[in-house]
């Protein structure tokens, strides 16, 4: 399974911005369109934020606009920009590797991060 390590959450006041990374490790030659998504306590999560290997983005409505993804294919990396950051953006956020690309030896199963928490504080 594709080892993903998120990291750069913390906390921020309403308004701020902060970024947070995953890293996808484990398996030389693959790449993986990635995903993030986010979790409050004792609600399901969410989809967030995806990026394809054509660089096609997509977004949940709720943030659309304040939140970018972006990816290095060199260092298999996914990051996301978080502007305008709100009280409610306070969750763990996931990234998730969606499909792969590479060669035989190359993972297909999902794989899930740790999580990195975000606290954004009125």
């Known amino acids: 399974q594709v080892q993903l390590v998120e990291s750069g959450g913390g906390s921020v006041q309403a308004g701020g911005s902060l970024r947070v990374s995953c890293a996808a490790s484990?398996?030389?030659?693959?790449?993986?369109?990635m995903s993030w998504y986010r979790q409050a306590p004792g609600k399901e999560r969410e989809f967030v934020s995806a990026i394809e290997s054509d660089a096609r983005t997509t977004y949940a409505d709720s943030v659309k606009v304040r939140f970018t993804i972006s990816q290095n294919d060199a260092k298999n990396t996914v990051d996301l920009q978080m502007n305008s950051l709100k009280p409610e953006d306070t969750v763990m956020y996931y990234c998730?590797?969606?499909?792969?690309?590479?060669?035989?030896?190359?993972?297909?199963?999902?794989?899930w991060g740790q999580g990195t928490k975000v606290t954004v504080s009125s």
């Open positions: 484990g398996y030389s030659g693959c790449r993986y369109d």
């Open positions: 998730k590797t969606d499909r792969t690309y590479g060669f035989y030896w190359c993972p297909t199963n999902i794989s």
